[in-house]
């Protein structure tokens, strides 16, 4: 069974600009979730989806969005890029987004901002 | 405010010689309870969970000790090999969160030496 896929793998934007993260989740996981990772902060829970609706939100700004479609793809967007956007984001799934179940992660994408 | 804490940022263990990783947490909602492994260029990889029913698990090599009245898990890996050189993550739910939603501490970075 193939695994959870991001695209892309590394990313450059400019200051202001927005970019959009995919993800593709293992086939038959329902629920995706989003999460960044920097070194000061560490892995940092950003939101979930489950059958297209926005299940649960982490503290960042509206500047961050995501959405998923019915085969349960995400995507994710980051609009009026920061510096401090600068991270690796993370996408993972799981069967149904419940507390036993086990989230599978995907490589993720670096995203650098300049 | 940090609310699951990795306090120490590497870890060296000679081969064959048993790991210890710790995490401490202060949010006493917190019911799951699990570890992830991560290799550079890779997505965070689980390894073993525990629910906060239980104060231990155990799976191969690996075994998970939880003590709620201290806030406190470690996962114990015996014996060491060199391919557990990695970066360990804690993370912990709770079912009150509804949907699984994970709190990362920061990471230990472990060295197996040969």
């Known amino acids: 069974k193939a695994g959870v896929t991001q695209t892309p793998r590394y990313l450059i934007k400019t200051r202001g600009q927005q970019v959009t993260l995919s993800c593709s989740p293992i086939?038959?996981?329902?629920?995706v979730s989003w999460y960044q990772q920097t070194p000061g902060q560490g892995l940092q829970f950003l939101f979930e989806?489950?059958?297209?609706?926005?299940?649960n939100k982490g503290n960042f700004p509206g500047r961050f969005s995501g959405r998923q479609f019915s085969n349960s793809r995400s995507e994710m967007n980051v609009s009026t890029l920061e510096l401090g956007d600068s991270a690796l984001y993370l996408c993972?799934?799981?069967?149904?987004?419940?507390?036993?179940?086990?989230?599978?992660f995907g490589p993720g994408t670096r995203l650098t901002v300049l | 405010d940090q609310q699951v804490k990795q306090n120490s940022p590497s870890l060296s263990v000679q081969e064959g010689r048993i790991s210890i990783l710790n995490c401490d947490y202060t949010?006493?909602?917190?019911?799951?309870f699990l570890w992830y492994k991560k290799y550079p260029a890779e997505g965070p990889t689980f390894l073993i969970s525990i629910s906060s029913i239980k104060d231990k698990n155990e799976d191969g090599r690996f075994t998970v000790f939880l003590n709620k009245s201290a806030k406190h898990l470690s996962l114990h890996i015996v014996p060491s090999q060199p391919g557990d050189s990695a970066v360990y993550f804690c993370a912990a739910s709770s079912t009150g969160a509804g949907s699984y939603q994970l709190t990362f501490g920061k990471g230990t970075k472990l060295s197996v030496i040969p």
């Open positions: 989806y489950f059958s297209e609706t926005q299940r």
């Open positions: 949010n006493s909602m917190f019911d799951y």
């Open positions: 993972a799934s799981s069967l149904e987004g419940g507390l036993s179940d086990t989230q599978y």
């Open positions: 086939s038959g996981h329902r629920s």
